[in-house]
């Protein structure tokens, strides 16, 4: 069966921190919720705490992923700074073992949800086992209280 994921993300490091314990322990999001799925919807939906909607198509949450893989959904297109916005990959220890740019597929000049898509590739990293992929809103300002960010589980094997 399949099952939709939500999970309520704390903006900055303090997700990374929170995310990154609970996760090494193997438990989910104190947030997590399940429910049934139809085909049709995402497979990973995350609200952040300013209100936002991130929906990630695929991979699915916790699903096994390998070396180079495609990461698709929508986000709104404040999201993002000129059509684009950062990803990472993390391994358990938060040693960052990938990053790409997320690249909006349609006028990234709205409020409205666009879809997006980014192509992660390990390259030489030789890390196996559980990872985070790590969304971020871009923030071309630094400012602390414009940042915003979004993780999902996954497993890293090839």
Do not use: C
Request: glycine share 8%.
């Amino acid at each position: 069966m399949q099952s939709r994921f939500m999970f309520l993300v704390l903006a900055g490091v303090t997700v990374l921190g929170v995310g990154a314990v609970l996760f090494q322990k193997g438990l989910l999001s104190p947030y997590h919720y399940e429910a049934p799925l139809s085909p049709a919807t995402p497979v990973s939906e995350m609200p952040q705490t300013r209100g936002t909607l991130v929906s990630i198509v695929s991979p699915a949450a916790s699903s096994s992923v390998s070396k180079t893989f495609v990461v698709s959904g929508v986000a709104p297109g404040y999201w993002s700074f000129e059509g684009s916005f950062p990803v990472q990959v993390r391994s358990s220890a938060q040693e960052v073992i990938a990053t790409a740019v997320a690249q909006l597929e349609g006028d990234w000049m709205t409020d409205k949800q666009i879809p997006f898509s980014a192509t992660i590739d390990l390259g030489t990293s030789t890390y196996q086992g559980p990872a985070m992929l790590i969304l971020m809103k871009d923030n071309p300002s630094g400012l602390p209280e414009n940042e915003d960010s979004v993780s999902m589980p996954l497993i890293i094997q090839y």
